[in-house]
DNA sequence: GCGATATAATTAGGAGTCCTAACCTTCACC
DNA sequence: GGTGAAGGTTAGGACTCCTAATTATATCGC
C-alpha cells in the first residue's frame, strides 16, 4: 500500500472549479496556432526537466540542498544591494519561512553571515563570506552541461531564442504569473525599436546605449518596473 | 534550529569532484557566446520556475499530485501504445518504485486500471478508465496560463522558437543529457533541409511529407532513435 | 507617549517527491 | 528445471515546501 496520503487517498470532491475551468481555452477564437503552442509548452517542460535533474545532481554533489545553492549564486551575483531573507523569497517564489530554513543552514556551514540590518533590526542583512563565495563560484557551474550543448548552436538563432524567450517573460509578467522580472521588456528606462536599420534597435535610457537583441538582460540590476498604468 | 539533515548538517567534504569541474567552462576558448549562453539559461531557468508552479497549482486544486497529473495526460495522449511502469518511469526520469506509488493512487481512484500484461505476466498495462479519461481532459489545461501569454506571439517568432528549443534537446540528448526524446531531430525518419527554398524544407521518410518548422514534433508516436553509429 | 496593528523573520509540524534497498514474481536461457 | 535477469512493489529515509503560530521590531493613531 502507498504511504502518502492526501493526494493519494482523500476522495476526489466534484471539482467545482475544474468545471469553471474546462472550456477556457477551446473559447478562444484561435487561428491554427494552439497546436504550435502545445509543442513551444512541452519543449519547454523538457528542458525544465533538464534543468532540475542538473540542479539535483549538483546538489547531491556538494551536499547543498537545491535552494542553498541557487541562494548562494544569487547572492555572489547580486552584490550591490543588500539581501535580506523576504526578498529572496520572493526571488524564488518561496515562502519566507522555507527561506530562512535555507539561510540558517548557510550559516551553519559558515557560508554567508546574517548581521541585522541597521535600519531595520527586524530584518537580516545577508552577505556571503569568502568561503561562501568561493563555493558560488564553484557551483556557477551546475548548468555546464547546458552550456556545452548551447556553446554548439549558432549565435544569431541563440540571439533571436533570448528574444523570445524574454518576450514569453514579458507577457507572463503583465499576466502576473511572474511576479519578479527584472528583464528590459520590463523596465521603465527601455526604449524598443528605436533605432531603425540597426544592428542594436533598442536603447536602454538609463545607460543611455543602444541594445541588440542579445544585449537583453534577463536580470538587470538597475532594473525598475514600469509604472503601473491602470 | 532548522530540522533537515544531510544537506544541513552534514560538514562538507574537500569536494574532490568540485576541483575538476571548476575549469571545464573557461578552458574552452568560446568567442563571445558565453555571456548570451548564460541569459538564455537564466531565461529557461524562469519559465522552469513557471511551469512548476503551475502544475503544482493544478495539484492543489485537482488533488492529484505532479507525477499523478503528467501521467494521467500521458497516458491520454498515448493511447496506441500499452503503456507499462517502467516506460513511464523512465519517459519521466524517475524511478520504477516512485512510478509505481503513483500509477497505484491512480488505480484506488479508479482514474486507472492496472490487468497483468497478455506476452509478459511480471508487467502490468496500464489504461485510463472513461473517469481518468474525463479527468486528463480537464487536467490537460493545467498551463492554460502559458498558453495565454503564447498566444499573443506572433507565429513566425514561434517557429522559430520551436526550431530552436528542438535543436537544444537534440543537443542533450545526444550528450546523453536526456534518455528519452521523441522528437524529429532524432529520428531515423527525418531527412533535414531536402527541400530547398521552400517553406517546408525537412522531410518526414515515414509519412513521406514535407515539414516546415512548425511541423517538427515535440512527441512523435511514430518516432524511431536513429541507430548508433558509434 | 503608548497601545494596536502590521511586518521581518523564525520555529514547529506536516504532506509530497523522490530516492535506495530489499523483495516477489515471472521470464529466459542453459 | 534451476539460475540469473527483469518488471514491479513495498518499506523507509532525506529533502522540499507549505501553513500556522511565535517573537521582535516598526509604524500608525489617538
Redesign the pocket.
Known sequence: ??????????PRPPSPLGEERSGSRGMRGERSGPDLDEKIIAALERLSHVL?TLL?EE?VES??????IQTLIYLSSHTRDLC??????QE?????????????SL?AKGLLT?T??H????????RLTAKGRRSAEKLSHWAEALHESLAQLPQTEKAQALKFLLTLIEALYRAGVITVARICLTCRFFRPNVHRNSQAPHHCALMDKPLAERDLRVDCPEHEPVAASS
Open positions: 500500500m502507498p504511504k502518502t496520503e492526501i493526494f493519494n487517498l482523500t532540475r539535483w546538489a551536499r547543498l540542498s537545491p535552494i542553498q535580506r531573507v523576504g526578498q529572496l523569497a524564488f517564489g518561496l515562502t519566507p519561512a522555507t527561506m530562512s530554513d535555507a539561510v540558517a550559516e546574517r541585522p540590518a535600519d531595520d533590526r527586524r530584518a537580516q542583512t545577508l
